[in-house]
């Protein structure tokens, strides 16, 4: 079953990114001036089943030292990754696991994930 199309994504207010390939195992979306793509790709081991959710963003700076300006993409995805067998977990514990980690992130005004970019482990 396909996402629908298009995927709308909110950095800093919404961004409308069509559909613009698919294929049996991935999808990816992006916006209409090519600075925002999503990626959705689901692959499927031996023993287990990996989908990944990843998001794009390019922008345009000016190098510090050169003072050219530099075309730069950051990105932040999530895998998950179960057993590819049919109980362990239940679509209601993989939710409580993606929320609980969601959570630590954000929660006391992201506290939690600023502390991971900025280098502490």
């Not at 559909?19 to 209409?32: E, K, R």
């Not at 959705?40 to 959710?53: F, H, P, Y």
């Amino acid at each position: 079953m396909a996402l629908a199309d298009p995927q709308s994504v909110n950095i800093g207010g919404a961004i409308s990114l069509p559909q613009i390939s698919q294929a049996p195992t991935q999808t990816v979306y992006q916006s209409d001036n090519g600075t925002v793509k999503l990626t959705v790709n689901q692959s499927i081991g031996k023993d287990a089943i990996s989908t990944l959710v990843r998001v794009d963003k390019t922008v345009i700076a000016a190098d510090p030292i050169s003072s050219l300006n530099k075309s730069l993409t950051g990105s932040v995805w999530f895998v998950f990754k179960f057993p590819i067998k049919n109980f362990g977990f239940t679509e209601a514990d993989k939710i409580a696991i993606y929320t609980g980690l969601a959570g630590q992130l954000t929660a006391s005004t992201n506290a939690v994930l600023k502390q991971l970019l900025s280098g502490q482990h």
